[in-house]
């Protein structure tokens, strides 16, 4: 075993089969059937570990990586970032119910959201919930409300949109002024929300957030971003003698899906940030805030592959080739969504010459469901098993039951052994609400 992919963890065994985290992925797929994803419990590990040792080597002990649960959520999941010792960020009552169903320590949890419903607060506040990462000025007083009423003081953050574009697909792109997240600084709505949140009584106001987009691969714009944040809390200090405690600088590495992505270096990322904002924080004789990031992708996508099996294989004479699977948009609807590229490849076909052009369709009655269109893999056929690469991230978190598609299992790979983290839908699950 050689040959990377991609990957250090995607190699090709000497019997010519794909293999993932030292497992041969040919034999997963008869066990567990398709499609099915797989997640590498040691790299999803180890990314967290350069994440928190990166930033508290330069932001101090309490400095941890919360993770963007929406990228990938069910429980397994939160008992590992438990067991790590991060934080995590939740989006809705359901991805606060799963953390809290797998023990997860709530005061280490951000409940994160454009529109909390007056059933997530409450249901949050019920929990436990460590902070509240405020989106506008009509929310901050629904919390002090709820708050009052459990008889609490709540910690929040305020999210704030400072004003860039980090020159990334438009649709996850999430730090502009006319973003529909946060409150804006150029606008001064972020100083009138510091404000009122400093007169609720209810409320602890306990810093900023920021969080500039996804799949990002530059880092000028978290130095940007840092830039304004900073130059923000010097100026909430000076006007109304409040001192951030924490400053969050979101998620949003990019990674590597395809050979022609760069690969970026977490480490040399954080050093980055860390540098800048030491450096500022010394020139304007601000005590450095406790940093937060809160990644998810660069967690947990390369940690991931998704396995199908081939179905039929239909060549249009003089257009093009389908190569249909027994899955698609409703196990990763990203291609469907954003055009996102991937690596694809013949599991049980690795060394052979990747030389039929194709098109990997999905099962969905929807010509808009393909997994990718014009890539190269062997000839295939009916029953081979193809791969898919780095799909750890907003792939399983994502799926859905369009058709009525059953969700597929997850598999956790660990030391040549495996854990059924997330069992296969059944007709029965299909069924289970309706009446
Ligand atoms: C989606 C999201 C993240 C995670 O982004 P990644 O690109 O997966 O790292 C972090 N913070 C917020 C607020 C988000 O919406």
Known sequence: MDRKIVHSNVTVGENGHLFFAGADTVLLAEKYGTPVFLLDNARVRARIREYKEAMQMNFGESSVPL???????????????????????????????????????????????????????????ENRIGYF?????????????????????????LRLTPGIDPHTHQKISTGGVDSKFGSAIETGLAERITKAALS?????????????GSQIFEIEPYITAAEIMLSFILKMKEKFGFTAKILNLG?????????????????????????????????????????????????????GMTLY?????????????????????????????YQSAYTVLLANKANEKADFSCTIGGRCCESGDLIQENVLIPKPERGDILAVLVTGAYNYS?????????????VVLRNNTEKLAVRRERFEDLVACDI
Request: charged share 25%; proline share 4%; net charge negative.
């Open 200 to 212: 609720q009584t209810n409320i602890e106001l306990c810093g900023f957030h920021c969080h500039i």
């Open 251 to 303: 998620g949003g590495f990019g990674v590597r899906y395809i050979e022609s992505d760069p690969e970026i270096s977490i480490t040399k990322n954080i050093n980055a940030i860390g540098a800048y904002i030491r450096k500022k924080c010394a020139e304007t004789a601000l005590d450095m805030p406790i940093i937060y990031m809160e990644p998810g992708r660069s967690i947990v996508a390369d940690a």
């Open 67 to 125: 993770f963007a649960s929406k990228s990938l959520s069910f429980k397994e999941i939160y008992r590992i970032m438990a067991e790590e010792g991060i934080g995590t960020d939740i989006v809705s009552s359901g991805e606060l119910f799963t953390a809290v169903s797998a023990g997860f320590p709530m005061e280490r949890a951000f409940f994160h959201g454009n529109n909390k419903t007056d059933f997530d607060i409450q249901y949050a506040i």
């Open 398 to 410: 994502m799926a859905s039951n369009y058709n009525r598609v059953t969700k597929p299992p997850v």
């Open 133 to 157: 990462i405020v989106d506008s000025m009509e929310e901050l007083l629904l919390i002090d409300e709820y708050a009052e009423k459990a008889g609490i003081r709540q910690k929040i953050l």
């Open 309 to 337: 099996t081939v179905g039929t294989v239909k060549e249009i004479e003089g257009f093009k080739n389908y190569v249909s699977i027994d899955g698609g948009m409703t196990d990763n609807p990203r291609y469907t969504l």
